[in-house]
């Protein structure tokens, strides 16, 4: 399995314009989550999904955020309009309730790295 | 203040020594606990996992977990400069019927050859 695919690895914007992520998920796995990544907060989940419905978006932080899951293979995380303060590591990870090594255990993707100028 | 402590570091090493890395939590639903490494400019994978108290060992990687003190460690023997990442603890609740992971900050480590 190729594991979790995000892009774009890197992006640099403007403020004010609008991002888009993308990520494909392992295939077979029922969550997805998205989370952002800064030195002085460290891993902060924004949402998650089961089987394309979102479950718990408390981590997105206002209005400019919102993400979507289509279907079980793609999801986006679009920021409109961007901010400097946006800046960070976005991840992607999936799992499964069915994973041998343990319930729970996410998979991450690569990340994009996101620069608002 | 946080559910999971994790201190930052960085812990810097000689190669060989034995690291201990820590994290405490307060909330005692948790019941799976992880350890996640994470390379420079990488996404976190998953080193160790373990189900309630009790030690777990693979290789040279000991993950420990003691719920009474709601506190979990991560021994590295033999450390070596491949080593060098960061390490983040990874805990969640299974009670509420989904999954939904809390991590630490995460704690810089350097082995030096």
């Known amino acids: 399995d190729a594991g979790v695919i995000q892009s774009p690895r890197h992006e640099v914007t403007e403020m004010g314009q609008e991002v888009t992520l993308r990520c494909k998920p392992i295939?077979?796995?029922?969550?997805l989550f998205w989370y952002r990544q800064t030195m002085m907060r460290g891993l902060e989940l924004l949402i998650y999904?089961?089987?394309?419905?979102?479950?718990?978006d408390s981590g997105m932080p206002e209005d400019r955020f919102s993400a979507k899951m289509p279907n079980a293979s793609f999801s986006t995380l679009k920021i409109q309009p961007s901010e400097p303060r946006d800046s960070a590591v976005y991840f992607c990870?999936?799992?499964?309730?069915?994973?041998?090594?343990?319930?729970?255990?996410?998979?991450f993707g690569p990340g994009t790295r996101l620069t608002v100028l | 203040q946080k559910e999971v402590e994790q201190d930052p570091g960085p812990l810097s090493v000689p190669e060989g020594a034995i690291v201990s890395l820590n994290c405490t939590y307060s909330n005692s639903a948790f019941q799976y606990f992880m350890w996640y490494r994470q390379y420079s400019r990488k996404g976190p994978e998953l080193l160790m996992y373990t189900y309630s108290s009790g030690n777990k060992e693979d290789g040279r990687f000991t993950a420990q977990v003691d719920k009474s003190s709601k506190y979990i460690s991560l021994f590295i023997r033999d450390s070596q400069p491949s080593d060098s990442a960061t390490y983040l603890c990874a805990m969640s609740d299974p009670s509420g019927g989904y999954q939904k992971v809390t991590f630490g900050t995460g704690t810089k480590l350097q082995v030096i050859p």
């Open positions: 999904f089961n089987n394309n419905v979102p479950i718990d």
């Open positions: 295939s077979g796995h029922d969550y």
């Open positions: 990870a999936s799992s499964s309730r069915l994973d041998v090594v343990g319930t729970d255990t996410q998979y």
